[in-house]
C-alpha cells in the first residue's frame, strides 16, 4: 500500500552513500518539542525524506506530528508545534533505507506509537535490523497488523507482545530479539530511553540543559540547543531517564567487542560533531594529510570536492604544502531538479549544484580531493568540467578506501554491481574515469587517521568497515535469504 | 494522539442528528475505485468529514488513498485515481461518531487494512460497536497495536487473531464477537464481502452492473453509476462477491428479529433512495400527510424547512389544501464559518445558510415543517427569520416525534441532557421556541407512514426507535460502563 | 499573457446563460470588508469563478485581496480579512464574459484599482461595454497600460487620463464615453459611489445598516447582513455616499426610457430579491401560472427541474391542479469534475448532479418545467433520464421564451448558432428533444407574470428582451466589428 | 494596496548589505523559458523574494508567470513551464529596494510587461531610479496607472507614452528621463534588448550558445547553460538582439567616465563569475593577501565567517602562513525562522545557521575574516560564539573598507544611523565587539586588490565606492526629497 506524496530527488545525491536517519530525544524541558525540532534540524543531513515527533503532556497524552519534506519547512510553525505539548518528545529525521524505496508513505515515517495495557510508548531508530523479514512474518502469523513497511516497526510490536511489566523491560525484551545496528530513542509517558546495539555501530549521545537530558545521535545537535555534551552512550547500554530519577544505566545484552561505524568518521556525519572523543573535523584533515602522505604528486592546486572532501583537502594542501583553492563552487539554492532544456545540459546535470571556477582552474594542474567513490558517475562529470575549464592535468585523491561492498547496517547503498570499486581495480578505475591519476587512502591509513596508530587489527577490527572490507559483523539474514553472496573466506 | 488537520465546521446542521458513514464496494469492473469515488459522492451525506478508498489490482497490489473532506475535492484528481488501480475496491466517507470528536486523524479514516499471513484485507464499517471498549482493552493487552482511536478497528485486529483458515471465515469470526449495530463491506485481494448485524439496524444493499457487482448504503448510490438494484442484504446476512462465483450468502449469526433504524426513513437516507422496499420520498411525503390529519391548523402558506422538510411539507399542503411555497431560500454555496463582523449577524448565523423570503411570508400564518428538533437551537432563530420578515402566526408541524433519547448504533447524537425532548414536554418545548403552535408526528403515525398500518406493535416493535422511544434492542455496554442510564422499565 | 490556475469547470451549467458578475459595497461601518464578504457570499449566484475585495483605512491605505473560487474559501480566513481593515469597502464576485475565457489571470479579478493624483479609486462593474474594443485601443494609442483583457478595465484608465478635479466628476466623464449596460460600485479614499447606466439594464440597490450605507446587486445580500432595504438606484443615476454627506444624487446622462433585463426576473436573481418592486419568487411563480393557461396538458405530476424550475412548477401545478413533486433529486455536494469511468457514464454525466426519484416517476405523465432552453443538452439528458425512470409521457414547459439571440448586456452567452432556438422552431425543438409536448412561455406572457397587464409594448419595449426578441437596445459595436449580424428591420 | 504572501525570513542575513536583483535574457534557442530558469536558479544569490518570467511564442504571444520564492521551487514544474513556451525569453529574482517592504504583493515582481500599440514589450531591472518619486508624481498625473510601488515601473509607462516608432526607440527615449543606476534586460515579440546606464554601475554580460544569444546580470549564469562568455555589455550600452539580425550595438545616453560598483567585487557577486575582466574569487583571495600586509597578527588559525568570508580567509592564511580551518560549520538546511524555545537560544539564533567546531577552536587565538560590517550585530554574536568556544583570543579581519554610507543604486542597506561605521570609529567598533582587535582593508588596499595598482584615485574614483566614501556619482533625488543628508563637501 502506497501514497503518492514523493519528496524532492536530489539525482546529484545518488553518488554518495547515505546514512538514514537521526534521532533526538528530550526530557524534563518546557516544549520539549521545541528543542526536539531544532536538535532534528541540526541532523537534518542524516535523513532529508521527513521527519516526525511525538510529545507527551500531562494533560493532553501523547500526540504526534509527522512530514515530508525539511524539518524547517515544517516544525517552524507556531500553530503545529502547539499541539505538540508537554516537557517529554523525541524525533526522528529518515532517508528510507527499508521501507518502500522512493514511494514511502506517511505511515513509514517514524516515530511508530503504540498503546499497551500499561500505557502508550513511542519509538524512534537508526539503523537496520537485519532479521526483520523473519520477525515480521512470525509476528503477523501471530495477529500484529503492520501499518508501515519498515523494519523498524517490528520492535513497537514486540514490545506490544511481551509481557513484561515495564516499558523498559518490554524493550530490552524485544531488542534482545533484534540483529543488527540500531541506536533507539523512545519515550514512555514519564521515560526518555536510549539504548545502542552490543556492536555500537550507530552513534548516539547524551547531553543536558539545565534540568533537562538530551539523547542525540550526533554532538552537533546538543550545540544548536546549547547544551553540554555528557558522554556517549556505550554500545550495548540502554538509559533510562526521568524527571524523577535521572539516568540510569543498564547492560541488558551480552557483551560483544565494540565494532562503530568508520564511515561515520568519513562522511555522515557533520565535521563540528565529536564521535568517540575526536573531533570529525580534525579526523578528516588528517585524512588529507595521511593522503598526502600516501600518494602524493605533483601540482599546482588542491582542490576540494564541495562540501564533503573540504578538511581532507585542507589536510592535504597543508601537508604537501600545495595552494589550497575553492576550484569549485557549489550553488546554495540546489533543490528540485528542473526541466533540463536540452541533452547537453542532461549530461552536465551536476552544474545545477556546481560550477568550475574557470579563472583559478584554468592551465593548473589540480588535485581534486573527495571523500568518497560510490557508482563514479559524479566524479566523471566533475572530472569533465575541470577539464573543459582548461585544468592542464587532473589528479583524484579520495577521502576513503575503496566501497566495494553494500553496507546492510542503516545505510543507503547501491546493490554490489553498482559499486565501482565492487568490479574494478584502483587502476581500472583510474582509466574509466579518464584522469590523471586516482588514489584512495589506505585502509590502514584511515584507521591512523581516526586515531589508531597502529592501523587496522585485522583479526579484531577495532571498526565496523564492512563497506570497504566485506566483513561484516552482524550476519545480514534477511539479505543472504534474497540471495546476497558474502566474500568468501580466505 | 491527534493531528490538526480539522475538517470545516458546519455549524447549522449541530442541530441535526448525524449519520456517521456511507460504505460502498465494487467488484469486477476495470478501474473499480473510480466507480466507488462516484459511489461515495452519492453517499456524501453520509458523512463529510473524511473518505478513504482501498483498492487492489493484481500487478500493483493493495494501495490506498485517505483524505479529509469532500469526495469531490479528492477523488477527482486523474494523479491520485491512477494510484488506485484494479477491478476490486471499497470506500467510506465519515462523520465521526466514536474516534477523537472533532479532532480526528488521518488515522481515523477508513477503510482499515491488515496483511495477514494469509494475504491483506480492506474493512470499511458503517454503525457502532456498543461492545468496543471492552474489545478493545483485550486486544490491546495481547499485543495488539491500534493506529486509530475508532471502534471499528477492532474489526480488523480481531481478524488478525483468528485461526481460520479464509478471511470470509475470520471476518465472521471477528464479528460474532462484535455487539452492536453494523454494516461492513470488506475486501480481500480476490473477494468483495457484505455483512448485515442480525437486527438490520444500519442499511446496505447489492447492485449489479454488467458483470460487476456493487454494495452500498443506499439505492440512490447505484442510480450514479447506472447499476440496477437487484436487492437489499438481510440482517444478519455476510454475501461474499468475487468474479469467479459471483454471490455466495451465508448466516453466520443467530437469527433475530430485524430492526432497522426508522430515521433512516425520517431524515438520514437520500430521498431518491429505496429502504426497505418503500420509496423514501414518498414515505416523507406521507409523514406530512399523517402529520396534516393528526395535527391540523388554519394557516395560509405551507412552507418546508429546507431542504430536509420539504417532501412532508408537499405531503402536508396536499393533504390540507393550503398553498405550498418556498418560504425560506437555502444559500447553496455554504461552506465554511464566515467572519461575523457583528453581534447582530452572529446570533442569526443561520443567515448565511438560510435567507427568508419576505414578499411571499409577510401578513401570513405559515406552517414551518422541519424533519425533526434535536437541541431546538435552529428551530428558535428560524422562527424569528419568520416573525422578522413580518408573519402573522408560524405553527411548527415537525416530521419525527420528539427525540428524546440519543442513538447508539452509528448516529452522532448530543449527550441526552442536549435533547430539549428530554427535559421538556411537547408544550414546554412549544413555550420555549415561543411559537404559536408545535406539533410533532405521533411515533404510531410514523409507523403508520412507513407503511406499518396498524402503527407500531408495542410488544415487538417493527423498528429501532430507540431514539424517540428509550427502548435499545442491544445493550449499550459501552455506554452503560461510562454512565448513561437508561429508561427505567415500566 | 495568461497564469493557467483554472477555476472548476461546472460542466452541467454549460447549459445555462449565466450573468457575469455580483458587485457589493459598503461605507460608514468598521471591518466593512467583512461585510462585503457577506455580501458577495450571498451574490455568488452571479459569478462563481472568482473574487475580490478593495478597502479603505485612514492609517492603512487601501488594500486588496483577489481569489479565484467562491467566497466561502478565501474571504473567511481571520489572517486574510485582517489584511483588509476599514469602514470603506467594495467587492465583486465574476464569471468571466469577456477576458480571456476560460483561462483567466488573477489580473482579471475585479475590483480594479488606480492611483490618481488626487488619490486612490477601486471600480468593480457588472455589465459589458459594447464599445470597449474601440476605447482600448484609443487608451493603449496614447500610453495606458492595461493589467487585464477586461473590458471594465476601460472605466480606470479614463477616470485617470481626466481632467476633472473629483474622483466621481472623473467617473461620470469616464461613464460617458461608455457605451453597453452598466451597474458599477467604486470608492476613494471616502466616498462610496453607485451608477447604474441609463437604461438600467442591470440591478443596483441601496441598503442601510445603522450609520453605515450599502450598494449591492440584489436585495438578498442586504437580508444576509440584516441591512434595511432603501430603494433601488434609477437607471442613469449616480450616487456618491460618504460617512460625512449621506447619500447624493446625480443624473450625470442623457435621461432615456428603462430597458431593465427581463431575464433577472427569469432566472439570474436569487428568488428571494426584490426587482423593481416586485418579488423575484412570486414572478417566478406567476409564470408558471401564465404557462399553465397558455399550455396546459394532462398529466399526473408537476416536477421542476431544480433549483431554478421550482417556482414556476409550484405555479404551474398550483393553476393546473395537477400535483406537484420532486421527481428530480439535486446532489447538493456538486463540485469538481469526476473522473467518469464510462462511456455510459460519460453521457449521462448530468446523473453526478441530479438523480430521479424512480418510485415517483414510474409509470406517470411528467410536466417538466424549467426556466430556459439554451443549447438543449441538459434537456435531452433529462427527458433521458425521465423516461428510463419509467414515465409515460413527458411534456416539457419552460418558463421563458425561446432564447434566440446572445446577449451582449454582461451576460455569457453562446455563440448565436449554438443556440437551439436560433435555428430551429418550437415544434422542430420538440421532435429534436423528442419529448410529448414542448412549450415556452409567450413574450407575452412574460411581461404579464412581471406585472405588465397589456403584456409587451411592441414599440417601446418595456425591458431588454434582445435575447429573446434580437432587439438590442445598445449598438453592440465592438460585437459588430467582429462580424455579428443584427436582426433584418421587419 | 498590498497582498500578505510574505517569503521566508533570513534573520542572520538582516546584517548583509543585499543585491536586489538578477536579470537574464535569452533569444534564439527553442524553450527559452527553460533556460531562463536556469539562469535565474545561478543567480538565485541576487535576489531571493520572487521570480518572474516572460516569454514569446508566435503562436501563443506573451505568457508569463510571477511567483514567491525560489526558482528552484516555482520554476522546475513541467506545467508550469509549459504554460512558457518560446524562443525569446527574460526572466527577473528579486529582493525588494523600493517597492513596499517586506510586504511585496505579487504585482511588484518583474518583468514589467505593456501593451503598446506597436505591440507588447516586457522590461526587467536592476538598479534603482534616483529621480522614480518625480516621475511617479509627473506620470500619474497624466494618467498613467501604476501596477506596483516598484520605481521599475516608471520605466514601462515611459515607453508607452513616448511617440517613438519602434520599441528600442521608445527605450532609449525612456532611460533617457531616468537617473540613477540600471541594467536592464528587455523583449519585444522579435527583440531581445540590454541596456547598462551609463556609469555602468551594476553588471551586465552578454553570451552565445550555438545560434542564441544571453543576455545575463553575471558569467556564473552563462556557464549554468553551458554558454560562451562573449563580453560585457558597455557602460551606456544598448544592445538590440534579434533571430535575424544579430547583436547591434547602439549607445543612445551622453558618454560618462565609468563607475563600477566595487562592492560587487567584495560580496553581491558568485566568486565563480568574471567581473571587468578579474575573477571574484581571485579578487576576494587577494583582498586577504592585501588585509595580511596592511593588518598582520599573531595567531594560531585563521577561520572564514562562511561563506562569503572564505576567499579571503583563504589568501589572508596563505600570505600570513598560519594554518587556515573551518572553525565554524554551517548548516546547509538554513530556512525559515524556527520557534526559539528560550531566551537563552533567542539570543543565539545564529546558531541555526552556524555551529562553532569547538575541537578546533579551543585554546587557539583565531582571526576570523569577514567580508563586511554593517549593523555589527552578527560579528557580535560570532564572536560570542568563538569565545564560549574557548578561543583564547579573536581578531576580526573585514575584507571591505568600513560601510559608512547606504547605497541609492539598488542595494538594500539600513538607513545611515544603523550603519556601525556611520557612527563609530576602527577603535569605537573594536570596543563595541569586544574583541581583541578588529581591522578593515584600507579603500586603497581594496583599490589594489581589484587591481589598481596605484589605489585609488581620489580625483576621479574608478569605481563607485559611495558606501564605503559617500561619494555619490548620482545625485540621490528621492533620497534627498525624503531629507537625507549628504557628506559636506571637504
Not at 46 to 58: F, L, P, T
Not at 111 to 124: I, M, N, Q, R, T
Not at 241 to 270: A, D, L, M
Request: charged share 25%; with cysteine.
Amino acid at each position: 500500500m502506497s501514497t503518492p506524496q514523493l519528496p524532492p530527488a536530489h539525482p546529484f545525491d545518488d553518488d554518495k552513500l547515505r546514512e538514514e536517519c537521526g534521532i533526538f530525544g528530550v526530557v524534563g524541558i518546557t516544549d520539549a518539542a521545541n528543542f526536539v525540532a531544532l536538535g532534528l534540524h541540526a541532523l537534518q543531513h542524516r535523513g532529508q525524506e521527513a521527519g516526525g515527533i511525538v510529545s507527551h503532556d500531562r494533560d493532553q497524552g501523547f500526540n504526534s506530528a509527522r512530514r515530508f519534506g525539511y524539518v524547517r519547512d515544517n516544525f517552524t510553525s507556531q500553530s503545529l508545534m502547539e499541539t505538540l505539548p508537554g516537557p517529554l518528545a523525541i524525533g526522528h529525521v529518515r532517508y528510507s533505507t527499508t521501507g518502500s524505496k522512493g514511494n514511502t508513505a506517511i505511515r513509514d515515517v517514524q516515530p511508530f506509537f503504540g498503546e499497551f495495557s500499561l500505557g502508550g510508548a513511542a519509538v524512534a531508530h537508526n539503523g537496520n535490523i537485519t532479521n526483520a523479514n523473519a520477525l515480521r512474518r512470525e509476528l503477523i502469523e501471530r495477529g500484529s497488523i503492520f501499518q508501515s513497511s519498515s523494519d523498524s516497526e517490528c520492535i513497537i510490536h514486540l514490545m506490544a507482545r511481551s509481557m513484561a511489566r515495564s516499558i523498559p523491560d518490554r524493550m530490552e525484551e524485544a531488542l534482545r530479539k533484534v540483529e543488527g545496528a540500531f541506536s533507539v530513542v523512545a519515550m514512555t509517558r514519564t521515560k526518555l530511553i536510549g539504548v545502542r546495539d552490543p556492536l555500537g555501530v550507530r552513534p548516539l549521545v547524551l547531553g543536558q540543559l539545565g534540568d533537562g537530558w538530551i539523547l542525540s545521535s550526533e554532538t552537533c545537535a546538543l550545540d544548536i540547543i546549547g547544551a553540554d555534551f555528557v558522554r556517549e552512550i556505550d554500545p550495548g547500554e540502554m538509559v533510562v531517564i526521568s524527571e524523577k530519577n535521572g539516568v540510569e544505566s543498564h547492560f541488558p545484552f551480552r557483551q560483544r567487542k565494540p565494532r562503530f561505524c568508520i564511515f561515520e568518521h568519513v562522511y555522515f556525519s557533520r565535521p563540528d560533531s565529536i564521535l568517540g572523543g575526536r573531533s570529525v573535523y580534525e579526523t578528516r584533515r588528517q585524512i588529507g594529510v595521511e593522503l598526502a602522505r600516501e600518494a602524493p604528486v605533483e601540482a599546482d592546486l588542491v582542490c576540494p570536492v564541495p562540501d564533503s572532501g573540504t578538511p581532507a583537502a585542507i589536510g592535504y594542501a597543508h601537508e604537501s604544502g600545495i595552494p589550497y583553492g575553492m576550484g569549485i563552487i557549489r550553488n546554495q539554492y540546489m533543490g528540485r531538479t528542473f526541466i533540463e532544456p536540452t541533452e547537453q545540459i542532461r549530461n552536465m546535470g551536476v552544474r545545477l549544484k556546481l560550477n568550475v571556477n574557470r579563472a583559478l582552474i584554468k592551465g593548473k594542474r589540480v588535485i581534486l580531493v573527495d571523500d568518497s567513490v560510490v557508482r563514479g558517475t559524479t566524479s566523471r562529470k566533475i572530472k569533465e568540467m575541470i577539464l573543459d575549464a582548461g585544468a592542464s592535468e587532473v589528479h583524484f585523491r579520495i577521502a576513503s578506501p575503496p566501497t566495494a561492498w553494500p553496507c546492510f547496517y542503516g545505510v543507503d547503498t547501491p546493490q554490489r554491481e553498482k559499486l565501482l570499486a565492487a568490479t574494478m581495480s584502483e587502476e581500472e578505475m583510474r582509466d574509466h574515469l579518464q584522469v590523471d591519476s586516482l588514489r584512495f587512502i589506505s585502509l590502514n591509513g584511515l584507521y591512523r587517521a581516526v586515531g589508531e596508530a597502529g592501523g587496522r587489527n585485522d583479526l579484531h577490527p577495532q571498526y565496523c568497515d564492512a563497506c570497504f572490507s566485506g566483513e561484516y559483523p552482524v550476519r545480514p539474514a534477511d539479505m543472504l535469504e534474497q540471495g546476497f553472496e558474502m566474500k568468501a573466506a580466505e
